[in-house]
């Protein structure tokens, strides 16, 4: 058995005639970690807090149809709810179910004599 030959490798062009070696940094003026935390130690960072207008998602319907394939649906809600379909006719069926749920969800509709 004989050995395959390389592919060419792109070679790059001759090398250039001006400065040849990168200079050293210079020395920083500071900054870094505070005092007291030892080096190569992350600190903790929070993140800032968020001043949304209260709504957060309940629900999440996943749809995957690539082309020429069988699609998938997955129903998923807070309340508990997780269903799947495969197929065409299961599928459409799973993504109206999903539209009712929304309407009947018991996290999504307010008790009777609930403030809103």
């Given at each position: 058995?004989?050995?395959?030959?390389?592919?060419?490798?792109?070679?790059?062009?001759?090398?250039?005639?001006?400065?040849?070696?990168?200079?050293?940094?210079?020395?920083?003026?500071?900054?870094?970690?505070?005092?007291?935390?030892?080096?190569?130690?992350?600190?903790?960072?929070?993140?800032?807090?968020?001043?949304?207008?209260?709504?957060?998602?309940?629900?999440?319907?996943?749809?995957?149809?690539?082309?020429?394939?069988?699609?998938?649906?997955?129903s998923?809600?807070?309340?508990?709810?997780?269903?799947?379909?495969?197929?065409?006719?299961?599928a459409?069926?799973?993504?109206?179910?999903?539209?009712?749920?929304?309407?009947?969800?018991?996290?999504r509709?307010h008790?009777?004599?609930?403030?809103?």
């Amino acid at each position: 058995m004989s050995p395959r030959p390389h592919p060419h490798l792109k070679c790059l062009p001759s090398t250039p005639t001006g400065p040849g070696i990168a200079e050293p940094a210079l020395p920083g003026t500071g900054g870094g970690a505070p005092k007291g935390v030892a080096e190569g130690v992350p600190t903790a960072v929070r993140p800032a807090p968020q001043t949304g207008d209260g709504r957060y998602p309940v629900a999440w319907l996943t749809i995957s149809a690539p082309r020429g394939a069988v699609p998938t649906v997955t129903s998923v809600c807070a309340c508990g709810r997780n269903l799947f379909a495969a197929g065409h006719r299961k599928a459409l069926a799973l993504i109206e179910d999903h539209t009712c749920h929304r309407d009947l969800c018991p996290l999504r509709t307010h008790q009777e004599g609930a403030a809103i």
